[in-house]
């Protein structure tokens, strides 16, 4: 049996974890961290979830985990010095932040409009998309845990990308994400009265945070706009793409070829785009792709945002980094 | 053309107030206050409505107003004494809060366990439902504006006390209630994470602080448990009541003929309850009536919460103060 | 008073053309009819509209009525011959199908595959829209109402198009509808729960039978993916069009000065995207404009599909052809 | 492996059933029907589901299975005879319908009017469940699953009446129920525009067909009235009852210990009642209890009324039928 730690056991990732967590046949856990449950047991908080207590940050103890997961709020100022911690004392860890995802220290400097504040961890961290970068996964010790939003535009433009069939390098991708997206934490944007029963786009264009690990991914220059669903759970991206003239569905179905024996994406039969009801609550990534007009296509891709988007991938990843069966726990 | 002011036009109430005024045909907003957004126009918050600046509460001029609402969040310090400047000015108050809705300052100790901060505001303000209090409401200088929940109570029973049909003095009011009834500020209970998809009671029982009025209006003693709609608007509450052995329906619906004329009360037909859609975006609150065996008796009512049960009441009472058509700007 | 027939009165959009219709100064109901509901009166369905009777298509007496609106579920066969009837009466029609929108009889036989089934009505027909043909809706004899979708596209589209800074002729309109666009009739796709708390994209690229409109009042080429949004009422399009090199977001707002003055279009604030909340229940089509970078603009344009989108544009129009006020029974 | 036929299989019932059993590490599935999708597979319903062919009824080869499940829409004629005809081949039945719940044909002739169809196989039922009946269902031949509201009324109340602690044989249920409890055949009552974003009341007082079994396995008189939610799954009911005078909370909680060791009812700890999202997408039947005042207590009771409320049900109730472990594939 491994142990892990959870760092930000409350929050919407968190608490998605400790459910699979719960129910894997490989791994305990050591400890669970909270703000202000700390104190409490998860099982006060949500009665049908496991009895873990919570405890403070500084109370956790580091050396009862082989690795750790950090699900800490956007910006939390004791996640860098957390993750050396835990680098030093030779723990693994999984980040569900943005901060170790671009892989070039320029890059992000350039995106951000300021340096990276730890650029040697930057260095030593793998992007955790297995269907990419399976093998260097295996072998960290540091994996920034993918964005929800991109795994939507990576696994479907990637293969397109990789075959030599993109022919304009703008593509654009038009972004719907329930609101478990945008965390735990209160704001007027995911109040109930003002989230409900409505639909809006933010962050459109070039502004979102999430563009640079897509392009990072993909090398295509990227449009993209998000947009804010009345659903828990769950992303669907419609992606308008510029094929070589003359490519022929067939062509372009044949490079999906690569996931063959992926266990969790799915091209969906010829003719049929997926859902969002078709990956709730599982760990699929469904890819649907239909032809407009001469070398124009419309991909559609969806996604759990909290599963496959963020902490069942999370468990795809620590089960590589362990030596594990990559699919424990998930199916 | 009357002045009216208004004291917290941001909220959901507020809000509601200022869509109502601003299609009615006698008023006009002398000013609208708020706190956060003081400074900018109603308009940069919600580019649909009405282009009225939005002013500290300190910066409001109410001698602008011939009358002012206050819709401030519950427990808001400035309540009182605003409405005592107000009617030391001579304006006339509707007061959105449950400060002024008990007559009896010993009731409001007794329930709310601490005496009454304005006693003599309370002796002086007259509750605001017309369908029981009209000529009160005619003459008041302070109107306290019926809670949403009790509206759902008081007008199903009270014409069955007033007829003498009650048999058991104790009534059970199920209520469920949409989640604009929490208001606009943020907590976990109306996160959209915590709300939508789901349905929870809460201070069930004999602890909400809204059965005072209910008691003090029907002269019954309820069990009222009210409960979250994952929807915006709209009440309904499922009250079980036991009249008189031998009591038949026609006796029982005849009782509601108190109602004749009242341009906001429907009685559905025999045989039909209504629901909540049926009530949605207008001042109707309707009333189905359903024999389960013998003095046996379930009563649906249904209401918006925020006309009705709250705004459009409002008016109302506005317009009888004003000396106005009582339903105008609100069919 | 002017007296208006209402043949489909039961459907989603005759029924918020009745509400409308209701609270109408300068129009009475002539006739409402109903197929299954033939017999009944309207408040039986619906308890808190208005009672008006229903009778089968049949037992309408056209005579009673000086401007019919055909609110027919789609494809209904009794649509051609009852328009047809009452233009000869002498009466006045506005249909809210799509079998009168396109004005080139050959244009409709290529797009549908099968020429028009009354070409002469389709010459005679005026495309509803008032912003771009409001002197001929005020001659027409028969007029097509609207789309739902294509107003949001039409609306944002054509002013650039018409100042010259359209650089790409092809388009993208990404929209989202909510579920009362796919009417009242009963379908797997818009049962509850196969529809709720998912979303989905269905005849995207140039399969949706609305882009024939779309593009004859842009004369632009347009790529169109319509998606269902678990929300009742509301159409939110986002649009990615390519303008002229060099072409400022001055420049472009500038091209929306031809809607000074008309009451129903609202241009958001620089900087701001409508929001569906922001248009709900209202007359408004809401455009918000944004560059992304040299060229590239994305638009987001917001409607309520049953009001501007379909019952409330079509008032818009009968006010027109009648003569009287252009916004009456409509602010 | 233990092999099971599925009768229904893409009702909501039949569709969550399969997703168990696939998982299940005890059985395969022998055949699975459906009406309209017959000859298709399960994947070209559900992308994500197991790829199980689907057959017509006549087709299914009742030889190849140990049990079968009949979740046939509610009245299906073919439901009787197939039964028999499983019954006389040696298999055990888990029947999802109301027909065989009632233990007694005359109770069932004098509540549905009419007599029993197959009275011999209604004494051979045993009532599906397990905290009541763990020792029969392991004997069983055919088991009539519970109803779904029932379960939320007889789990509460069954322990304090064998406790001896109901004063008052008339206790009030007030339930409210998501949307798939209806199933997925097409109504206007399910239809999206009727159903989301409102909330009704039917079959209210002593008229909705599972008062039968909740007075049954009770014992109690009982006034029940359901009300459908805007969401999916779960059931959520209010339940009014009068205890001895005198009896204390802890007396009343001390009576849920007949619950001790079951793997599936939870006991809420004092002062916290269950939401509906607490037990969504989980086993559990969650039970809160709470004195209003001397006798009267209120008690709230959730289930997910696809799992424990019906396929999980039936799963728990066919591994104690075939001798496996009662929680497996359940957890």
Chains 1, 2, 3, 4 share one sequence.
Not at 25 to 49: H, K, Y
Request: negative net charge; charged residues 20%; hydrophobic residues 40%.
């Amino acid at each position: 049996m491994a142990r892990v730690g959870i760092y930000g056991a409350t929050g919407y990732t968190g608490f998605e974890l400790i459910k699979i967590l719960a129910r894997h046949p490989g791994v305990e856990i050591a400890f669970a961290t909270a703000r202000s449950a700390a104190g409490q047991r998860l099982s006060d908080i949500f009665p049908t979830m496991i009895d873990t207590p919570l405890v403070a940050v500084e109370a956790a103890d580091l050396r009862a985990a082989d690795l750790i997961f950090t699900c800490l709020p956007h910006g939390a100022p004791e996640l860098i010095p957390l993750a050396q911690a835990a680098l030093e004392a030779g723990k693994k860890v999984i980040d569900f932040s943005d901060i170790f995802r671009l892989s070039d220290p320029d890059d992000f400097a350039r995106r951000r409009g300021k340096p990276h504040p730890a650029p040697e961890l930057l260095s030593a961290a793998v992007y955790g998309l297995p269907e990419l970068h399976r093998e260097q996964i295996r072998e960290a010790r540091l994996v920034a845990n993918t964005g929800c939003y991109p795994l939507t535009a990576i696994l479907p433009l990637w293969p397109l990308e990789q075959a030599g069939l993109v022919a304009d390098r703008t593509v654009i991708v038009d972004s719907k994400s329930g609101v478990s997206g945008a965390g735990r934490s209160l704001s007027l944007k995911t109040h109930f009265g003002e989230t409900h029963e409505t639909f809006s786009a933010y962050s459109v264009g070039r502004t979102h945070r999430h563009l640079g690990e897509m392009e990072q991914e993909t090398g295509l220059h990227i449009i993209f706009s998000p947009h804010l669903l009345p659903v828990y759970r769950g992303i669907l991206s419609t992606i308008y793409v510029t094929l070589r003239p003359g490519t022929t569905v067939e062509q372009a179905r044949a490079a999906y070829a690569v996931y063959d024996g992926e266990p969790f994406v799915k091209l969906m039969p010829d003719g049929r785009l997926p859902e969002l009801r078709h990956v709730q609550n599982t760990m699929y990534l469904a890819i649907g792709l239909q032809q407009v007009e001469e070398g124009r296509y419309i991909i559609v891709a969806t996604v759990d945002n909290l599963l496959k988007g963020a902490s069942g991938q999370a468990v795809q990843s620590m089960n590589l980094m362990l030596g594990m069966e990559e699919t424990a726990g998930l199916l």
